[in-house]
């Protein structure tokens, strides 16, 4: 294998959210092992439980990560629940601690299920969605960000850090964060989860800014509807009928594969697209075109 097929050789990743061979964060690290990174992924797998699609075989997820490994790199895995800071702080050491750094940061956990209308929302549903898919990803960055500096003492909250050297785009640390389609158009009945992922998104040029001060590259992926496993006939609780109706719509006849978004984001975090910096990129097929 050429060189180039290997773009992340020598660097490590934190992927979070890989607890199933169905899902995004599993086909997101894979691709980054595909790539050449080492690889630490995170689960969570009680989460799982409480979906219609159950629990996947952990030891399987793993094992699947280590075989797209590429040569020196490896790999390791840690479960966490991340609405607690002190487990979110622990994740991120025990992660650091694989290869001795992290370069690249993919915060693709989530909460999902459990939601509602409007009508339906509580102070602790509402919460429950901000601290899982929010608040997490918000402490999860700056303890990324840690590694490159910290404000200068005396600083005021805000104050801009002076950069002291231009930042290589190729090499510079790359922090990916997910978001969802509530741009595009109404997600009725998910209230809690548009709410903490449109805060995410809302957020990324601000925090974007923030960053590449510190030489680190922020983007946001909105990855459009994948079927990791809600939209099978057998799991899905939504109505049959209007499904295939929908996916019968898309542009090319199917639902995304986790596999989609995988590949942009591998694309993002190599040298070929740090050029890209501060954006919310959609991913959908043109799902958003119909």
């Known amino acids: 294998m050429r060189s180039d097929d290997r773009p992340l050789t020598g660097r490590t990743a934190l992927v979070t959210g890989v607890s199933r061979r169905k899902g995004i964060g599993y086909a997101v690290a894979c691709e980054l092992a595909a790539l050449g990174a080492s690889v630490f992924t995170h689960h969570y797998s009680p989460h799982d439980a409480d ?63 459990g939601d509602g209308s409007i009508l339906d929302m509580s102070a602790g549903t509402l919460d429950a969605f901000w601290e899982t898919n929010a608040r997490s990803t918000l402490l999860l960055t700056r303890r990324f960000a840690e590694q490159r500096g910290a404000s200068a003492p005396g600083a005021r909250p805000g104050e801009r850090v002076t950069r002291t050297a231009a930042a290589d785009p190729g090499t510079a640390p790359k922090v990916i964060w997910m978001t969802s389609g509530q741009v595009h158009g109404p997600m009725r009945g998910e ?100």
């Open 51 to 113: 979906q219609p699609w159950g629990p996947d075989d952990l030891d399987a997820v793993h094992a699947g990560v280590d075989r797209a490994l590429q040569g020196e790199a490896v790999a390791g895995h840690a479960g966490a629940d991340l609405r607690d800071p002190e487990q979110l702080d622990a994740l991120f050491d025990t992660a650091r601690a694989l290869t001795g750094s992290l370069d690249i940061l993919v915060c693709n956990h989530a909460r999902s299920g």
């Open 191 to 290: 209230v809690a989860y548009v709410a903490s992922k449109a805060a995410l998104a809302g957020i990324t040029a601000t925090v974007g800014a923030e960053l590449l001060d510190l030489g680190i590259v922020l983007n946001t992926v909105n990855p459009g509807p994948v079927n990791t496993g809600y939209l099978d006939p057998e799991s899905t609780d939504r109505p049959l009928d209007e499904l295939e109706a929908l996916r019968a719509a898309t542009p090319f006849g199917r639902w995304g594969e986790p596999t989609d978004p995988a590949r942009l984001i591998g694309w993002l975090v190599s040298p070929a697209g740090s050029w890209v910096v501060g954006q919310v990129l959609t991913t959908d097929g043109g799902f958003g075109l119909q």
